[in-house]
């Protein structure tokens, strides 16, 4: 038998417990996160970051991966630094608490960027060299593993984890939540370069804690620099955090976008096609929503936006905010919506990236690659606080649903 978790506080208790003759697991498990602007180095430069990001997801080397369905659901919260959302996660027995990158664009979890790695009872130092790149971002150190704990009392036993020597461009930050496939993992071995390191998510299958290997995932979009605006849930979905029915797409078989949750999309300003059928990714690495050249250079021209050299956004007026028609992602054959509002970066929060208060910035950017390039598109986290997303490793598939806040006007 397996031990059933018992959420407390801000834990969400699922409400069904999936049993057979053989095992009982667990229902799903959610925990909340926040979103906090991360300006410890001054203004951010959201386009920089995300650019750099693409590429280094674009020029990554990494074969695709199977996987397995059938089991139980967890729930954990996270914090969103602009470029990041964050999850406290504990490592250790007893665990030591670390503010993790939630990051579906990557599978290694690791610590040690912030606070630094405490050896308890329960960590095993395999003494395998492990390093990681993403972009501007990496860190380099030695492979553990150790228990990890998702909330007051789940956890997972003998986690792969990296802990970090060296690492750049995490301020503010302990380390990275992998939440990508497990095919990621490979070649961040320095030893063992074709070995693949089981992810969090499918150690909590395997290890009898959630009934399946999926992860759903809600972001809201919020005007403040700090508040609790999301919430993971592993092991299945929360459908109080959607509206109508969850679609799924399968995930694309074009490289290198299907080495990451990548799916085949087309996106269109009214009725304009600014990007034909293509692939790109999902991701919560990526703040802004970024398109190839072309289809940038395309809605820039509908929209009558100018580039802002400050932020490198582009800018509109009020007045071409108010003429700004629907964007829309077809997926699969189901049409989803980002109003005007949803293209706008929150005007409250204009200084923190360095814009003026006041303007109106688009969250729509260039990836830097013209299409063809595999990878076209990154739906990233000003994509996501719109719609309610679905992970499913064993199905090889990404869902999406409308939500609350897909017509907020918040912004």
Same mark, same amino acid.
């Given at each position: 038998?397996?031990?059933?978790?018992?959420?407390?506080?801000?834990?969400?208790?699922?409400?069904?417990?999936?049993?057979?003759?053989?095992?009982?697991?667990?229902?799903?498990?959610?925990?909340?996160?926040?979103?906090?602007?991360?300006?410890?180095?001054?203004?951010?430069?959201?386009?920089?970051?995300?650019?750099?990001?693409?590429?280094?997801?674009?020029?990554?080397?990494?074969?695709?991966?199977?996987?397995?369905?059938?089991?139980?659901?967890?729930?954990?919260?996270?914090?969103?630094?602009?470029?990041?959302?964050?999850?406290?996660? %504990?490592?250790?027995?007893?665990?030591?608490?670390?503010?993790?990158?939630?990051?579906?664009?990557?599978?290694?979890?690791?610590?040690?960027?912030?606070?630094?790695?405490?050896?308890?009872?329960?960590?095993?130092?395999?003494?395998?060299?492990?390093?990681?790149?993403?972009?501007?971002?990496?860190?380099?150190?030695?492979? =553990?593993?150790?228990?990890?704990?998702?909330?007051?009392?789940?956890?997972?036993?003998?986690?792969?984890?990296?802990?970090?020597?060296?690492?750049?461009? =995490?301020? +503010?930050?302990? @380390?990275?939540? @992998?939440?990508?496939?497990?095919?990621?993992?490979?070649?961040?071995? /320095? &030893?063992?370069?074709?070995?693949?390191?089981?992810?969090?998510?499918? &150690?909590?299958?395997?290890?009898?804690?959630?009934?399946?290997?999926?992860?759903?995932?809600?972001?809201?979009?919020?005007?403040?620099?700090?508040?609790?605006?999301?919430?993971?849930?592993?092991?299945?979905?929360?459908?109080?955090?959607?509206?109508?029915?969850?679609?799924?797409?399968?995930? /694309?078989?074009?490289?290198?976008?299907?080495?990451?949750?990548?799916?085949?999309?087309?996106?269109?300003?009214?009725?304009? /096609?600014?990007?034909?059928?293509?692939?790109?990714?999902?991701?919560?690495?990526?703040?802004?929503?970024?398109?190839? /050249?072309?289809?940038?250079?395309?809605?820039?021209?509908?929209?009558?936006?100018?580039?802002?050299?400050?932020? +490198?956004?582009?800018?509109?007026?009020?007045?071409?905010?108010?003429? !700004?028609?629907?964007?829309?992602?077809?997926?699969?054959?189901?049409? =989803?919506?980002?109003?005007? &509002?949803?293209?706008?970066?929150?005007?409250?929060? &204009?200084?923190?990236?360095? %814009?003026?208060?006041?303007?109106? =910035?688009?969250?729509?950017?260039?990836?830097?690659?013209?299409?063809?390039? @595999?990878?076209?598109?990154?739906?990233?986290?000003?994509? !996501?606080?719109?719609?309610?997303?679905?992970?499913?490793?064993?199905?090889?598939?990404?869902?999406?649903?409308?939500?609350?806040?897909?017509?907020?006007?918040?912004?």
């Amino acid at each position: 038998m397996f031990p059933v978790a018992s959420l407390l506080t801000t834990v969400v208790l699922a409400l069904s417990i999936v049993a057979s003759a053989v095992e009982v697991r667990s229902p799903s498990i959610t925990l909340p996160f926040a979103r906090s602007l991360n300006t410890r180095g001054g203004t951010l430069n959201l386009l920089k970051h995300d650019q750099a990001r693409a590429t280094a997801l674009r020029d990554r080397d990494n074969a695709s991966t199977a996987g397995k369905l059938d089991r139980r659901q967890i729930n954990i919260p996270a914090s969103n630094e602009a470029v990041h959302y964050i999850a406290a996660v %504990g490592v250790g027995s007893p665990a030591t608490t670390y503010n993790l990158i939630v990051d579906t664009g990557s599978s290694n979890t690791w610590v040690g960027a912030g606070t630094p790695y405490v050896v308890t009872s329960t960590s095993v130092n395999t003494g395998e060299p492990v390093t990681v790149h993403h972009g501007s971002s990496s860190f380099s150190g030695t492979e =553990y593993t150790d228990t990890v704990t998702l909330d007051s009392s789940l956890t997972i036993n003998q986690q792969s984890i990296g802990v970090a020597s060296t690492s750049t461009g =995490y301020s +503010g930050v302990d @380390g990275v939540l @992998g939440l990508g496939p497990e095919a990621l993992t490979l070649g961040t071995l /320095t &030893n063992q370069p074709s070995t693949q390191i089981p992810t969090v998510i499918q &150690n909590l299958f395997s290890q009898g804690t959630i009934p399946e290997e999926v992860v759903g995932i809600s972001f809201e979009p919020t005007t403040s620099t700090s508040s609790i605006n999301g919430e993971l849930t592993f092991g299945g979905t929360d459908s109080s955090k959607y509206t109508g029915t969850l679609n799924y797409t399968p995930l /694309t078989t074009t490289s290198p976008a299907s080495n990451y949750w990548g799916i085949d999309e087309t996106i269109t300003y009214g009725s304009t /096609t600014i990007l034909s059928t293509t692939a790109g990714i999902v991701d919560t690495g990526t703040t802004l929503i970024l398109i190839a /050249t072309g289809a940038f250079n395309r809605y820039q021209s509908v929209t009558g936006a100018v580039l802002d050299s400050a932020t +490198g956004l582009l800018q509109i007026t009020t007045d071409q905010f108010e003429a !700004l028609q629907d964007l829309n992602f077809d997926i699969n054959g189901v049409t =989803y919506t980002l109003t005007p &509002n949803g293209q706008i970066w929150p005007r409250t929060l &204009n200084t923190a990236i360095g %814009g003026t208060a006041g303007n109106v =910035y688009l969250v729509v950017n260039d990836i830097g690659t013209n299409s063809g390039s @595999g990878l076209d598109f990154i739906n990233g986290q000003t994509f !996501l606080e719109r719609f309610y997303s679905v992970f499913d490793t064993a199905n090889s598939r990404v869902g999406f649903a409308t939500t609350p806040y897909t017509d907020a006007t918040s912004n």
